[in-house]
């Protein structure tokens, strides 16, 4: 690395979604630094799970190039906002946080922190703006969670997924709030459905006279989800070919009396990591939870959804927002769990059973997401005044 590499830092962390989208935006921060002819080095910061470094490490652009340089894992506390034994020890974890954060800023005096959220990101947004470093925080939710209101106080910009959440900040209308979309991982930019095909042992002849129906309910499973198929799965084999990422943890659970017909439509997989984006680029229907970085990343690929959002009291309703806004701008058809029946799940996929029909939806998705990448236009707003 050059000795003039000017040094930037990102973080997020704890899940995934906290971490792929973030990557996506190092990646084409990097592409700009690259045709300015300067040098740029990534210093990332996450939780001190295995899972989180080895993501953000093993990670690279489409030339090879890992897109982050430096890992640095720091304590993190959650937060919640109910009643927990759990959160009197968990400040202790976010005052270490902040320490752990403050030298490792202090060190590297990045020109800005980029944060992707999540509740590892509070502290070291917290030592940035005591660094005097400038904070930037996105939001990928239609409803902003807990850590982007906090860090909303440290950050000169706050990203925006999507227009109306301005209204759940009380200076929503400033400038410093800025819609960008959420960003989506290059590889689903760059998906190729016949790879997608040809990892699922589907002939185009196959396609042609059933459409893909995608099952995903996160890399953990969803077993509302995986009842929904399990049950309807004579109905679903019927009329597609059911492509079902299972979860790990359900793997085990498959139904072991299946018809020969079910045997030849069903493609049931523990989990798809590398090849998801060609997958999702076969598929022609998508039923999946509502979780911001997959209906974004499917959307990308254009693809009508039936969003089964994660309901109750484990969730703050975020999946149920993002997926009514769906709903609303024509991209999506809505199964809520007060509406869940066999036969209402039926009839969502049986309504884009038409090539014709999916043209709407996906006509939906192509709209709401607008002609600019939010990767690159998140990259230009971070290298403004840097470049």
Request: proline residues 4%; glycine residues 8%; hydrophobic residues 45%.
């Amino acid at each position: 690395m050059d000795n003039k590499a000017l040094t930037v830092a990102f973080v997020g962390g704890g899940t995934g979604g906290h971490i792929y989208p973030g990557l996506a935006v190092a990646d084409s921060l990097r592409q700009k630094f690259i045709k300015a002819g300067r040098d740029v080095k990534i210093i990332w910061l996450g939780s001190l799970s295995k899972m989180d470094k080895e993501i953000v490490l093993n990670s690279v652009d489409k030339d090879g190039r890992a897109c982050a340089d430096k890992f640095y894992g720091v304590p993190s506390g959650k937060l919640r906002r109910y009643f927990s034994l759990q959160n009197f020890f968990d400040l202790f974890k976010i005052f270490f946080g902040f320490v752990c954060a403050f030298f490792i800023l202090l060190k590297n005096r990045p020109a800005f922190l980029f944060s992707k959220g999540g509740f590892v990101s509070v502290p070291p947004c917290a030592s940035a703006r005591l660094l005097g470093i400038k904070v930037y925080t996105h939001e990928c939710d239609f409803t902003p969670g807990l850590a982007t209101r906090i860090n909303s106080k440290f950050a000169s910009k706050v990203l925006l997924s999507y227009e109306e959440t301005k209204e759940f900040f009380s200076n929503g209308t400033s400038p410093k709030f800025v819609v960008t979309g959420n960003p989506v991982r290059p590889a689903f930019y760059q998906a190729d459905a016949r790879l997608g095909l040809e990892f699922l042992g589907v002939t185009a002849a196959q396609k042609k006279a059933k459409p893909i129906l995608l099952v995903m309910g996160g890399s953990l499973g969803a077993a509302q989800i995986n009842e929904l198929v399990w049950k309807n799965l004579s109905w679903l084999c019927e009329r597609f070919i059911v492509v079902h990422q299972t979860g790990q943890k359900n793997a085990a659970l498959l139904p072991s009396d299946l018809t020969e017909e079910e045997k030849a439509a069903y493609h049931p997989y523990a989990f798809i990591y590398k090849e998801m984006p060609s997958v999702i680029a076969c598929a022609d229907i998508v039923l999946s939870r509502a979780g911001a970085n997959s209906i974004w990343e499917c959307a990308s690929l254009k693809k009508p959804m039936v969003l089964v959002p994660l309901e109750g009291a484990g969730t703050r309703g975020d999946q149920v927002d993002n997926a009514e806004y769906f709903e609303r701008r024509g991209a999506a058809i809505v199964l809520t769990k007060s509406a869940m029946t066999e036969t209402s799940v039926q009839s969502a996929l049986s309504s884009m059973a038409s090539a014709a029909d999916r043209k709407k939806f996906a006509s939906a998705c192509e709209a709401m997401l607008g002609q600019e990448k939010p990767s690159e236009k998140i990259a230009a707003i971070l290298a403004e005044g840097i470049l």
